[in-house]
């Protein structure tokens, strides 16, 4: 059966192109870009597979329809049968185009539904009178940063936080349902993707804090620029009333860099104000990664904003611990895994690769590259091959796109590299290499998209 089933997609691949268009999000402008090239292709879902969405099903179904329509509607045109096989070649050819038009189609229906979420959303809030809202932004550092802040505030309130990684207008609005007259604090973080993102969350979410904990190049493809980047999270939290603390992590560069283009008031943190609350010596385990203690000053900055006592704040911190895959230590028959796969930017693998250098025995890195640079993707890669060549003993590398920007930038004839060709072979790989006393830094999964 499925092998009939592989067969079928080779010829008719409808689902591997609206996996694809699921990966980028449903943009019809990004999955233009990835298929222009790639028409041919087959086999797509190589180390993931496509999320049956009710958008995703509809999609499907919309583009085999069309199809049908186009495979039979010439057909009083066509003489003779080397035509009619030359036509259906032609049209599979363009199945991913028919994909593009069935996004194209839905997209009102989709808005409609969309828009029904979203006002059922406001709708819950405006009843919420209560209800204090805590928002997180930033280019990284905000899901750990939510985390931190959920912890810390639940030492004396009733929080709710979102249990996945949902930062989109629509799926914080699904999340509201979740919120109840006994909650306290509603804590969430702010995706931006593209322009005026940030400005969208406006009319569901009126924030009484805001945290941004850093400012980076993440998102530069989209964005076009470091500049809109820049100016995406200026606008945003200029545009907050007066009311709103506004709290900015003092030590990052980009934070730095539009702090004098903001009008409203605003406190800074740093790390170093958590060894003020609670001594060293009783931090938690996940507080030992430097680049993470921001995140939990800027987490403590607003339970202090919202008066928690000393002591709270104390055990709030004693009770940190690392958000699934960000940072995360496990250690297991003399071997330490760091998991720092959720995601990655320039700033992020270096503080990871650089503590990484700083451990005792042979230091292992996995990963498939720094992502969404925009023109800056391959100077971005040199330097992080750079960064690695440094730092690192052995390194499995991702077979895609990246591999060669990342190999250039090495400059270490000691280190050993051995390429994974998908992701379901990285594990064996480094099983039968790794031995007691290594650490391993498993920086980044990429997605189908990066591997063709």
Known sequence: MNIVLNWFNKLFPFVDFVY???????????????????LYLRGLQKNGQIVWT??????????????????????????????????????????????????????????????????????KIKKLVNLHTVVIIGSFGKTTTRWFT???????????????????????????QNLSQETDFWIVELGEYLKNDLQKFHK?????????????????????????????FIDYLNSLPQKTKILINKENPGTKRIAPKLKNDFQTFERKEIERMLKK???PKVLQTDYLQTNAAGAAAVGQYF??????????????????????????????VIDDSYNISPETARAAVEKLGKEKGRRVLVTGGIVDQGANEQSANREYGRLIGQ?????????????????????????????????????NLLKSRLAIGDTVLIQNEL??????
């Not at 080397?82 to 989709?110: H, Q, R, T």
Request: aromatic fraction near 12%.
């Open 391 to 427: 730092n690192v003993d052995l390194l499995i590398l991702a077979d895609t796109r990246l591999a060669k920007y990342i190999k250039k930038g090495l400059d270490n004839p000691k280190l050993k590299i051995v390429l994974s060709s998908r992701q379901s072979e990285t594990p």
């Open 150 to 176: 959920n912890i810390i505030l639940s030492e004396g309130f009733n929080c709710h936080t979102p249990k996945d990684n949902h930062n989109t207008l629509l799926s914080l609005a699904e999340d509201s």
């Open 281 to 283: 010596d009783h931090w």
């Open 54 to 123: 009710k958008k995703a099903m509809m999609i499907t179904w919309i583009a085999v329809i069309l199809y049908v329509i186009f495979l039979f509607y010439p057909v009083i045109l066509i003489v003779n049968w080397f035509e009619f096989v030359f036509w259906i070649f032609l049209i599979s050819l363009a199945i991913p185009i028919l994909v593009w038009l069935a996004n194209i189609i839905i997209w009102p229906f989709d808005r409609y539904s969309k828009k029904r979420i979203i006002d059922k959303g406001e709708e």
């Open 20 to 38: 694809i268009l699921q990966l980028e999000e449903y943009d019809n402008r990004a999955y233009l870009s990835w298929i222009k090239d790639r």
């Open 204 to 232: 569901l979410i009126r924030p009484d804090a805001v945290v941004l904990t850093a400012i980076g190049s993440q998102h530069l493809n989209s964005f076009g620029s470091q500049d809109n980047i820049d100016r995406e």
């Open 307 to 336: 008066e928690l006592s000393k002591n709270q704040l104390a055990e709030g911190l004693r009770k940190l611990t690392a958000y699934t895959r960000r940072a995360e230590v496990i250690e297991s028959n003399g071997i330490v």
């Open 447 to 452: 997605p189908d998209t990066y591997w063709f």
